[in-house]
């Protein structure tokens, strides 16, 4: 189906339109990632998609189109799992921590991959972060091997998928592509996927998109949208493996009763000095983030 026949099925409306299924969604999505679309047919379907919402068919529907698009990253010979960190909200009021988390897990002994692109112009994001602390941008798709972070933009991994994500610098508004890269499995072999949201609404639909996919990953409300656990607070934490959902982590009300000495600013070379001194233990651990580890440490011996 041509995708002016698509739009015309999800531009009617928030009431009106109608959703399409995984088969549609998928369909949908190839044609915009593969470029046989007019920009103007791009914006009027991140426009529709944006006032209608994503059910979770479309999601996984929007997903499988993906995936059979991506650059994936080949299993580590160790056939060890790898744990995947989204990383594309940066940081707005706090500090930008997923490296941190993404070190913490890596000093396990786990394979990290991190991978994420600036979307917006005033934030700081992990990637700043990241070539602060002596960890530059990968150039190439390769494994990463047991206790090795890597950090992989998204144009290494589907071009055209960071050409969407560019969309919202042009109409101001996100778009499908914004909840995909934070659900998208970039990794072939063992991984697991740790995933955030910032409305409880989105916990609910990605969560039932992990549930249909079968997927393993785990789910929080992050730290203004990234992967990390607010150091201030101790969130929900739940998993999924082979898409059964289990409760990891309960919130707890309020804040912590001590709270972590954090950078007073979010600037990169500040964070970096941060997450250096908690890595050399002059700072303690934040106790969710040192929570989340733990949880991430016990789900991957279950993959």
């Known amino acids: 189906m041509s995708i002016s026949q698509y739009i015309k099925e999800i531009g009617r409306g928030k009431d009106g339109a109608r959703p399409l299924s995984r088969a549609q969604a998928a369909d949908l999505m190839g044609q915009v990632l593969d470029g046989v679309v007019t920009d103007l047919e791009i914006g009027a379907f991140c426009l529709a998609m ?3 919402g994503e059910t979770p068919e479309e999601m996984a529907g929007f997903l499988d189109a993906t995936h059979q ?4 990253l080949p299993a580590n010979s160790a056939n060890s799992p790898t744990v995947v960190l989204p990383s594309y909200n940066g940081a707005r009021k706090l500090p930008v921590l997923t490296p941190l988390l993404a ?12 991978h994420g692109s600036p979307t917006e112009s005033s934030r700081v994001f992990a990637s700043e972060v990241l070539l602060a602390l002596g960890i530059p941008a990968q150039t190439a798709i390769d494994s990463i091997a047991p206790g090795e972070l890597a950090f992989v933009p998204t144009e290494l991994l589907c071009p055209a998928l960071k050409r969407l994500l560019d969309v919202r610098r042009a109409v101001g508004l996100r778009n499908p ?4 890269v934070k659900i998208m499995n970039p990794c072939l072999g063992k991984s697991l996927v740790l995933s955030s949201y910032t409305h409880p609404e989105y ?4 969560g039932q998109t992990f549930e249909l996919i ?3 990953a785990m789910l929080l409300r992050g730290t203004e949208g990234e992967v990390v656990a607010d150091a201030r607070r101790m969130p929900q934490m739940e998993a999924f493996v082979g898409g059964q959902r289990q409760l990891l982590q309960a919130a707890q009300s309020g804040t912590l009763p001590k709270l972590p000495d954090l950078p007073k600013t979010t600037d990169a070379a500040s964070t970096a000095a941060y997450i250096q001194s908690v890595l050399a233990g002059e700072r303690a651990v934040p106790a969710s983030i040192a929570r989340q580890v733990e949880h991430i440490l016990r789900l991957v011996v279950q993959l």
């Open 203 to 206: 916990a609910l639909s990605m």
């Open 50 to 52: 944006r006032i209608k």
């Open 69 to 72: 698009r991506l650059n994936h």
């Open 177 to 180: 592509a914004h909840s995909l």
């Open 214 to 216: 079968q997927a393993n």
């Open 103 to 114: 070190l913490l897990l890596a000093r396990e002994g786990l394979a990290v991959l991190i």
